[in-house]
């Protein structure tokens, strides 16, 4: 069976994370994605694990696209793009702004080829604007977004999220974006312009409980901020996550921990009534799952249905019960550098299945 968007075509001009994320997406689900390199080839071939010319981020993003060299800086290469933009459905680019019009291919020029063309251009900042012309990486964007102030030690000292979240919420923006205008156009037959700034994907998907405190343009009855709500509990033999955000919740954890003497005040019960005592209930907490293994806390957590879980090392994470249950990774033939593990496509379609295919081959680039 093919995936849901069989039959669409997708030319990948991007690099690095944020546009090459999404186009693997729309590989995942049966879009036919070819993947343009220069001659130099994508960056990110070269970050990280690798074997030769292929790493290990390279297959994350770039899985299931057929792999094609080509210069843009070359004219005499411009008529075989023009061929490929008349094919594609959807051209996604994520060069710095003015790039593609320095390279003789804005968009008008592409829609003139192709009036139904959906062409994604993913910037940092945007298009225009007086952050228009910086470079942006993921950390610059954390900055720039508030996440690192939401990330802030007790002391007030920012901190990056470990991982390229901007570049991957970004990523998951627009494959969604690019779907919702395949949708409009099969029902008018209409191509359009999608611009999508790292920074603006990156604000709203923060903005829900990192930045509530400055929601309400009125004023409103402040509250903690969200992160400092949520942490980490040691154990015996590592560390759990664990919450009690409502009162079931309570009751669930309390069980969990077996119904230990300290947390079985009748004025625990709600919240109203636990937050008063807060600051003993997080000491209570600590105690409690300190004088517990891992082990014995999950027991718990899974018997009395409890918001918890182990915290698992990145090693772990292959080895997770429920990881393996679901099937979360998978292992792809990538030719000559051998299988790779890759995390299958978390979306399961019961009549168009996602698949699961290897990434371009490592043929031109070299370093």
């Not at 625990?268 to 004088?291: D, S």
């Not at 679901?326 to 000559?336: A, I, R, S, T, W």
Request: net charge neutral.
């Amino acid at each position: 069976m093919a995936g849901p968007l069989a039959g669409v075509k997708v030319l990948d001009l991007s690099q690095i994370v944020s546009g090459p994320m999404a186009t693997a997406w729309l590989a995942d689900q049966g879009a036919e994605v070819v993947k343009l390199e220069s001659p130099s080839g994508d960056p990110v071939r070269f970050v990280g694990a690798r074997k030769g010319t292929t790493s290990a981020i390279h297959v994350a993003v770039n899985r299931g696209k057929r792999g094609e060299i080509l210069d843009l800086k070359d004219p005499a290469q411009h008529a075989r793009f023009a061929e490929l933009v008349g094919w594609a459905d959807v051209l996604v680019e994520n060069f710095r702004p003015g790039t593609m019009e320095r390279l003789g291919w804005p968009w008008e020029r592409a829609r003139a080829l192709n009036p139904g063309l959906i062409w994604c251009s993913i910037t940092g900042f945007g298009p225009s604007g007086p952050y228009a012309n910086l470079r942006a990486y993921d950390p610059v964007v954390q900055a720039a977004s508030g996440l690192c102030a939401i990330q802030a030690d007790p002391d007030g000292t920012p901190r990056l999220v470990g991982t390229l979240v901007c570049d991957k919420v970004t990523a998951l923006t627009a494959a969604q974006a690019i779907t919702a205008a395949l949708f409009h156009r099969a029902r008018t037959g209409e191509g359009q312009r999608i611009d999508i700034a790292m920074l603006d994907a990156a604000i709203a998907f923060n903005w829900v409980e990192g930045m509530y405190n400055l929601a309400f343009v009125e004023g409103a009855d402040p509250a903690p901020e969200y992160a400092s709500l949520a942490r980490l509990w040691r154990t015996k033999d590592g560390w759990v996550s664990c919450s009690m955000l409502q009162d079931s919740e309570f009751r669930a954890l309390r069980e969990a921990l077996g119904n230990p003497p300290e947390l079985m005040d009748p004025a625990l019960e709600t919240a109203a009534g636990r937050l008063p005592r807060l600051a003993e209930l997080l000491k209570t907490m600590a105690r409690l799952c300190a004088e517990r293994t891992c082990a014995e806390l999950m027991d718990g957590f899974i018997r009395a249905g409890a918001v918890g879980c182990r915290v698992n090392s990145r090693a772990e994470v292959l080895d997770d019960p429920q990881v393996r249950h679901n099937g979360c990774l998978v292992e792809v033939d990538q030719g000559e550098v051998g299988r790779v593990r890759v995390a299958r496509h978390p979306v399961r379609f019961s009549a168009t299945p996602a698949v699961d295919r290897p990434g371009p081959a490592p043929d031109g680039p070299q370093r």
